[in-house]
């Protein structure tokens, strides 16, 4: 959580967005809104903020779809070659 004080800019937030840190720029944004609510700089850069933070989690899930379905097919890998080992054992037994 950021708390309230002299590093709670436009600027800080701009630097939080860019890396990532996404509700960080938010909170510090919405506390700046508190402050002064006429400041339409800022409800416009909080809008900017949502539409990336919404990009960044689609472009993850985008890319957490094929991994997870590599993990899953060598997980399947790895279960039939344990099967395939037992089976062999009793086999040679």
Not at 43 to 72: I, Y
Request: a positive charge; one cysteine or more; charged letters at 30%.
């Amino acid at each position: 959580m950021v708390e309230a004080s002299d590093l709670n800019t436009v600027t800080m937030a701009k630097i939080y967005a860019r890396q990532g840190l996404y509700d960080n720029a938010a909170e510090i944004y919405n506390n700046l809104l508190k402050q002064d609510p006429d400041r339409h700089d800022i409800s416009d850069a909080l809008l900017e903020l949502e539409k990336m933070k919404s990009a960044s989690e689609k472009e993850l899930k985008k890319s957490l779809v094929p991994l997870f379905s590599k993990w899953f097919d060598l997980a399947l890998c790895n279960n039939r070659l344990g099967l395939l080992k037992k089976l062999n054992k009793m086999r040679n037994s």
